[in-house]
């Protein structure tokens, strides 16, 4: 009878657990005709069989009842117990934790970092947009007019005088295409970041080669510049033309108000489209459905929407920021609150790992450590491999040709096996350990 490697790692597991390694596996030569041959222990789906009334034996021939973890252990079929419809709590547990082993707080810290770099880029290539719609400065006042109302004074303070300079700048032509260019490209730096720090939350490297991962990335910058400069047309310049069509339409000031109402619902729907799109198009692995509104980026609005909430109601009664920070309080709270966004987003990116995981483990996926997805590309990822393979390599020759001349002059000293020298503290060979494993495991 012989078994697959996976068996005989289950099968010592089994004995190491003080399990009872029995010979309930599949034959390798004879299949039987009755019995399903399962070429897989682990992952094995239990014909439906009758179980045995108690104080009776099974029937001859009857397939034994195994556990998704020692094969051949075999157990009563009362200790067989039917999966969970959704594991809702394992969900939230492992996404908590996940969420700390991938060290996403200093991944949202490097997004804030970038964030910021980018925001100011993102805004002049915003007021270049509308300019060449012919309503960048209007747009520009409204919103600031709008923002003293919620914002706090000192974070506008740091604003208002670099859109101003900005509106000054000249009419729309080829410098302000070109302007508009770098400004892409800069403000793109933030995208770049949210890509790699959901490929970490997937557990995947980047594969895509330098040209192509690019191109992605400045396009959906565009994309969400633009879905921008529609949000603040909405918010802002709306407002007018509702009159005009309610008062073309002899309604008055009921479109308006109507307006009012329904704008916020637009609102919404634009900033749950892009945070899908961010999901969606950001990290290295294709398969996966266009979500408008998946659980994870619900959470993460919901929670950004009540975060922000609580930071304005806390600067505002209990911060002493100004007697702190002086003239970098602005500065200073706008880093706090994009941090807070970044760090709900990226939560949100892993609750729906999670729930993608719980989906392919019913499916009898083995997703237990690694999700079953496929990459868009290997590319790159397989040029580092070389590359780290010809370093090591390389590593291996110095070291062993190091040791040949110190063989070779006699200046091996009496230490332990690779010839260090007593009372030296060497390395521990743990790096293979440190690298990251499946899940963030450490």
């Known amino acids: 009878m012989s078994y697959s490697p996976r068996d005989r790692r289950n099968l010592a597991a089994g004995a190491a657990d003080g399990g009872e390694a ?20 682990a992952t094995a789906v239990m014909p439906a069989t009758a179980a045995p009334t108690p104080g009776t034996s099974a029937p001859a021939g009857a397939p034994a009842i195994t556990t998704g973890t020692t094969a051949g252990t075999q157990l009563p079929p009362s200790s067989v117990t039917r999966p969970p419809k959704f594991a809702w709590f394992h969900i939230l547990r492992t996404a908590f934790r996940e969420f700390f082993a991938d060290e996403s707080i200093d991944l949202a810290a490097g997004l804030t970092f970038r964030g910021l770099l980018s925001v100011f880029p993102a805004l002049v290539a915003l007021v270049s947009i509308l ?11 409204s919103v600031l007019d709008e923002a003293e109302k919620v914002a706090p004074t000192d974070t506008l303070s740091s604003v208002r005088p670099f859109l101003e ?15 508009l ?8 730096g933030y995208v770049k970041a949210f890509s790699r720090a959901m490929n970490t939350v997937v557990g995947v490297p980047e594969g895509r080669g330098l040209i192509v991962f690019n191109l992605v990335m ?21 407002g007018p033309i509702a009159e005009a069509v309610g008062g073309l339409l002899g309604m008055g000031g009921i479109a308006l108000t109507v307006w009012n109402v329904a704008r916020w619902f637009v609102l919404a729907f634009i900033v749950l489209l892009l945070v899908a799109l961010l999901y969606h198009a950001t990290p290295n692995v294709k398969g996966l459905r266009f979500r408008w509104l998946s659980v994870g980026a619900l959470v993460a609005i919901l929670v950004s929407i009540l975060a922000t909430l609580g930071f304005l109601f806390y600067i505002s009664q209990f911060g002493t920021y100004n007697a702190t920070y002086g003239a970098l309080t602005g500065v200073i709270l706008l880093m706090l609150w994009v941090f807070i966004m970044n760090s709900t987003l990226l939560f949100g990116a892993q609750l729906d790992s999670e729930i993608e995981r719980v989906r392919q ?49 006699g200046q091996t000293r009496h230490g332990d096996e690779d010839g260090a020298a007593p009372g030296r503290r060497r390395t521990r060979k743990i790096a293979p350990q440190l690298r990251r494993t499946p899940r963030g495991r450490h």
Do not use: N
């Open 131 to 141: 300019s060449l719609l012919g309503q960048g400065g209007s747009v520009i006042t």
């Open 181 to 188: 260019a770098i400004a892409l490209w800069s403000a793109s």
């Open 361 to 409: 483990l019913r499916a009898g996926l083995p997703a237990e450590e690694e999700l079953q997805l496929p990459v868009r590309s290997t590319k790159a990822s397989d040029i580092q491999a070389k590359k780290y393979a010809d370093d090591v390599q390389r590593g291996r020759a110095i070291r062993l040709s190091s040791a040949a001349y110190r063989a070779e002059a």
């Open 218 to 238: 400045y396009l959906l910058t565009a994309v969400i510049l633009i879905l921008g400069a529609l949000v603040l047309l909405v918010f802002v310049i709306s």
């Open 22 to 41: 029995t010979t309930a596996a599949i034959p390798a030569t004879t299949a039987p005709t009755t019995p399903m041959a399962v070429a897989d222990p």
């Open 165 to 179: 300079s900005v509106l000054d700048t000249p009419a729309p032509g080829w410098g302000l295409i070109v302007g």
